[in-house]
């Protein structure tokens, strides 16, 4: 049976807090909050902790959610609308573990059984950035995403929400170590190309066999040690006087390229 809760100082709704405002306490937890109805639905069940809903939400919707009825929190409206971190609250949230993957699990995912198409991300410190890299991952059918040290928190409520589910379906590493798994890709015969202003013409590559992209920081592009990890430097081609383009529109116009091309091979 599912409990009500009606005050604000009860302790689990003081996590939720926690687990909003701090990217230590999701690290400490291994737990992140998402909210809002299409974003929860997506949640696989095993990775689900815990459950909340207002009460006009439980009225209207019901207890449609996919886990045991001793995670799910029924909560006093007003007490729900303060803990949310959104403007206007759907009326449900949900604490879910995080999936931890290692650099093995990561390379079986990515790697195995397909034509690697890997995302990495250097730095990258805009969390709608960072959300919509990932979705626009899922989009264009790459196989993995690698976040390097320095990037933004991965599960902090603003990436969550931008990736619109996509962070529960693309297979993504966290890494401090982003140049030692390149290196490990490399053996797999993923070609890394590398976003940047030196590099040539992006057009002018073939990206139908294993291959991976770097993409730097909104600022300063890639770091030295990473942008040495690329095979080749690319820079997308731009007229006016514009010489570089959002990090996540930057990502958009690479990955559909490498989805153009792959959309063209036969059909085995």
């Known amino acids: 049976m599912s409990t009500y809760i009606s005050s604000k100082d ?6 939720i807090r926690k687990l909003l405002k701090s990217s230590s306490e999701r690290k400490n937890e291994g ?5 809002g109805q299409r974003l929860c639905a997506e949640i696989p069940e095993e990775l689900i902790h815990s459950v909340y809903m207002s009460e006009d939400y ?10 045991p009825e001793d995670r799910i929190f029924i909560v ?8 949310s971190d959104t403007i206007s609250p759907q009326g449900i949230l949900v604490i879910v573990h995080i999936k931890c993957y290692n650099q093995n699990d990561f390379l079986v995912d990515a790697v195995r059984d397909k034509t690697p198409f890997i995302l990495a991300a250097d730095r990258l410190q805009d969390p709608g ?4 890299l990932i979705r626009t991952a899922e989009a264009a059918g790459a196989t993995g995403v690698l976040i390097g040290e320095g990037s933004c928190d991965l599960y902090s409520p603003k990436v969550v929400r931008s990736t619109m589910g996509s962070i529960f379906r693309v297979p993504v590493l966290r890494t401090d170590s982003l140049g030692s798994v390149i290196d490990s890709l490399k053996e797999y015969g993923v070609v890394f190309y590398g976003a940047h202003l030196k590099g040539e013409s992006f057009y002018e590559h073939d990206y139908t066999k294993a291959c991976g992209f770097l993409i730097g920081n909104e600022g300063n ?3 030295d040690e990473i942008s040495e990890k690329a095979d080749k430097l690319l820079r997308i081609p731009m007229e006016g006087q514009v010489e570089s383009l959002n990090a996540a529109v930057s990502t958009a116009v690479i990955s559909y390229e ?10 085995s």
């Open 31 to 35: 737990l992140f909050v998402v909210e």
């Open 76 to 83: 006093k409206n007003e007490i729900f609308r303060a803990v």
């Open 258 to 267: 490498v989805l153009r091309q792959r959309m063209r091979m036969p059909k």
């Open 221 to 223: 592009g890639l770091s």
């Open 58 to 67: 439980c009225e209207r919707i019901g207890l449609h959610i996919s886990a």
């Open 10 to 15: 009860n302790d689990r709704l003081k996590l």
């Open 129 to 132: 950035n960072m959300g919509t």
